[in-house]
T-cell receptor
Framework: SAVISQKPSRDICQRGTSLTIQCQVDSQVTMMFWYRQQPGQSLTLIAT?????????ESGFVIDKFPISRPNLTFSTLTVSNMSPEDSSIYLC????????????FGSGTRLTVV | QKEVEQNSGPLSVPEGAIASLNCTYS??????FFWYRQYSGKSPELIMSIYSNGDKEDGRFTAQLNKASQYVSLLIRDSQPSDSATYLC???????????FGIGTKLQVIP
């Protein structure tokens, strides 16, 4: 299965600032997915990132708040902009394994605390 | 109605017992079903996938799927303290479609 390197692993940020999270995959993948996991809640999909096109955002998430880049088939970034304490969460990138029925592999996650 | 429902637990079982984790889903078009294990502070790890009605066994784990009743379950035999984690049920329609996760069931295996 794919190996994903995600960084930073954690950060404490001041409100109003931005943080960019990076994910590097050891193989080429068509789609990368960005999830958020808030305390006591399940994984919520933020957006799907395709190489060469704009990301597709889920309801409740907008590009101005969570801009995503996907410059090639092995790399993606998610930026959390103008942060507030409500953005404190774990952010995870993931890729779909080969095959139409395949599951996802996740990066190690970024634990973000906004103060 | 939530798309994927799980009891958040905690589910406590004694060491050596069978742990039974259940999940229901709302979309009848769902084709692929997954169980992920998530240790505290770690990211989810895929442990089982199932696509057809019936049982699928892998070591101490058995996944069960009943599409008519729209439920998926995971049985863990001979539960060990190291199995203590949150187990997430996940469902997708097929192809490059998003995976929808349940809230997860926290399992505690008591030595």
């Amino acid at each position: 299965s794919a190996v994903i390197s995600q960084k930073p692993s954690r950060d404490i940020c001041q409100r109003g600032t931005s943080l960019t999270i990076q994910c590097q995959v050891d193989s080429q993948v068509t789609m990368m997915f960005w999830y958020r996991q808030q305390p006591g809640q399940s994984l919520t999909l933020i957006a799907t990132a395709n190489q060469g096109s704009e990301a597709t955002y889920e309801s409740g998430f907008v590009i101005d708040k969570f801009p995503i880049s996907r410059p090639n088939l092995t790399f993606s970034t998610l930026t959390v902009s103008n942060m507030s304490p409500e953005d404190s969460s774990i952010y995870l990138c993931s890729v779909e394994e080969d095959g139409l029925r395949a599951g996802y592999t996740f990066g190690s996650g970024t634990r973000l605390t906004v103060v | 109605q939530k798309e994927v429902e799980q009891n958040s637990g905690p589910l406590s079982v004694p060491e050596g017992a069978i742990a039974s984790l259940n999940c229901t889903y709302s979309d009848r078009g769902s084709q692929s079903f997954f169980w992920y294990r998530q240790y505290s502070g770690k990211s989810p790890e895929l442990i089982m996938s199932i696509y057809s009605n019936g049982d699928k066994e892998d070591g101490r784990f058995t996944a069960q799927l009943n599409k008519a009743s729209q439920y998926v379950s995971l049985l863990i035999r001979d539960s060990q303290p190291s199995d203590s984690a949150t187990y997430l049920c996940a469902v997708k329609n097929g192809g490059y479609q998003k995976v929808t996760f349940g809230i997860g069931t926290k399992l505690q295996v008591i030595p």
